[in-house]
């Protein structure tokens, strides 16, 4: 007879633990351990039998691992946390006593000071991890550079987090990696690709923001400072690849002019992996039944990230004073184009309005008084359509003054039979041929078919090949026939189609149905919004 086996000693009561008993264990407070896990990267977990993790109890608790707990018990911050405790206190004792000179004194030499570094190296063993954990951390520091300062943010951590993002941008800007742009209504989302990692993020648009009272400050800020500290850490790295001073001189806005780059080997060959990486993303994806990218897909895609790159190179723009100038300058720059603006939205800029370099105005008014000669007038929205379709497109479309194009997500990707917007007759035309291609090449195909029919007939009944002819008119009673064929065809393939679908379970039956009905609501409400764009065409024309 085996030992008898204890209970709470193997399986789920052994590997969770409780948070109750975690802060037991570690003995420190609740809002300490919560920071902790913040800052090292430990969340809740759910097991699969509760009752069992709580060895028997019903009652609601929230789970951790045991091992995740063991290694906080080691983790340096964990002193500094007690060493803080402490030092509050002693900080109390002596503010109610109110001597201020020695409080001051303990505050400046006593006060415990700790660091993030050996977090981000723990969390990220290497800078491609950190660059695929980048998008919620470049989002918080945009969303935390806008905020007003009051008691629960502070001056220095706006400041820090505008720091940051300016030397992000500037690094986006120089190495040309911005891919998508889109305007939301929640901000405006970018996507750059570097090092071969697709990064996302959202930037509130400059409105003055209200800070809700309903969201606890105290879980955002923990966030908040490990991702000053690791985008301090990816800034420096991205700089350091390419060359540059870092920290930048960000005095004369966000140029990089003063520290010109020069193309080494090893530049050469980044580009030359990045241009191979590129060939993976979803947008560039096209692989065929095998599941490989040819060599021709990978070029393609390497031309249009080069196209992209030199957009708007030939292009001087002006930024009129009611466009979002930092916004309309990071995307300019980043596809190669020189900018200027209005002296009311800040900074020195490069060029006067009145400059015979400009050939693009952007302005975002009803009507253009001043109009210069051989320039083109533009909507904001003109940059971001053309870098989502990486080529320049009309500009008329986007006068001021006219109703704008439809603004479509480059996130989304339509899947067929979906309805998508098009801007061009001239599309329409495109897709009108390919669909007529398309039939007479079925119809061809079915030519094909019966002509090879009627040599088999032949062959069986003994007509040699040599005078077979097969560009003989066929009568009606063959065309009949072979139309009575076809729908014959048709039948059978109707009835298969029953009885397979006699032949499902009922639970696939009626999910099959639901799928039936869902995709023909879907055609139904393309097809009506198609007849809608044609209507109003023809009420235009």
């Known amino acids: 007879m085996g030992r008898i086996q204890k209970k709470g000693v193997k399986g789920a009561a052994a590997n969770f633990i409780t948070r109750q008993q975690a802060l037991k264990k570690l003995q420190i407070s609740l809002a300490d351990f919560r920071r902790l896990c913040i800052l090292k990267g430990i969340y809740p977990r759910e097991p699969r039998s509760k009752k069992k993790a709580n060895k028997g109890s019903t009652a609601p608790a929230t789970f951790y691992y045991v091992k995740d707990i063991q290694y906080l018990l ?36 006593n006060r415990p000071v700790y660091t993030l570094d050996h977090l981000v190296k723990e969390r990220y063993p290497t800078f491609v991890d950190a660059l695929r ?40 800007m120089h190495a040309q990696c911005l891919r998508k742009v889109f305007f939301s209504i929640k901000g405006i989302y970018y996507q750059a690709e570097i090092k071969g990692q697709t990064i996302t993020w959202i930037v509130p648009y400059q409105f003055t923001q209200e800070v809700p009272t309903d969201v606890d400050f105290r879980v955002m800020a923990t966030f908040l400072e490990f991702y000053i500290t690791l985008m301090g850490f990816v800034n420096y790295r991205l700089y350091n690849d390419l060359n540059l001073t870092y920290p930048p001189d960000l005095a004369s806005g966000l140029a990089l002019d003063k520290n010109p780059h020069t193309k080494t080997a090893e530049d050469e060959d980044d580009a030359a992996a990045e241009a191979a990486a590129a060939a993976d993303l979803n947008e560039f994806k096209d692989e065929d039944a095998s599941g490989d990218v040819s060599v021709r897909e990978i070029q393609e895609a390497t031309l249009q990230v080069k196209n992209l ?28 184009g020189a900018v200027s603006w209005d002296k009311s939205l800040g900074g020195t800029p490069p060029m006067e ?52 194009p439809p603004h479509l997500s480059p996130f989304v990707i339509a899947k067929p039979g979906e309805y998508v917007p098009t ?30 029919e009627d040599e088999l007939k032949a062959e069986a009944a003994g007509v ?29 393939h109707k009835e298969a189609e029953e009885m397979a679908t006699v032949m499902m379970s009922n639970k696939k039956r009626k999910l099959y149905t639901i799928m039936k009905e ?18 109003l065409k023809a009420k235009k024309k």
């Open 353 to 404: 309005e009145t400059d015979e370099r400009v050939t693009i105005q952007v302005s975002d008014r009803p009507k253009v008084n001043r109009r210069v000669m051989n320039r083109t007038y533009v909507q904001p929205q003109w940059i971001a359509d053309c870098i989502n379709a990486r080529k320049l497109l009309k500009s008329a479309l986007y006068a001021p003054g006219e109703l704008l």
């Open 464 to 492: 040699p090949f040599s005078e077979y002819d097969g560009t003989a008119p066929a009568d009606d009673t063959k065309r009949v026939t072979r139309s009575k064929k076809r729908a014959q065809d048709n039948d059978e």
């Open 74 to 109: 080691h983790e340096p911050l964990l002193m500094k946390f007690r060493e803080y405790k402490a030092f509050a206190r002693k900080l109390n004792k002596v503010l109610h006593k109110g001597d201020k000179s020695t409080a001051r004194s303990l505050n400046e030499h």
């Open 133 to 172: 954990d980048l998008d919620d951390a470049i989002s918080m520091l945009y969303l935390f550079a806008n905020m007003p300062v009051d008691s629960r943010i502070k001056a220095k951590t706006v400041k820090q987090c505008q720091t940051l993002i300016a030397e992000f941008q500037n690094y986006v």
């Open 309 to 336: 790159k030199e957009l708007f190179k030939s292009h001087t723009f002006f930024l009129s004073r009611e466009t979002p100038r930092y916004a309309m300058e990071f995307m300019i720059r980043s596809c190669g």
């Open 518 to 535: 869902s995709n023909q609501r879907k055609a139904d409400e393309a097809k009506k919004l198609q007849d809608k764009k044609k209507a």
């Open 423 to 452: 801007v061009d007759d001239d599309e329409d035309e495109e897709l009108a041929q390919a669909a007529a291609q398309a039939a007479a090449e079925t119809a061809a195909a079915a030519d094909e078919d019966d002509t090879y």
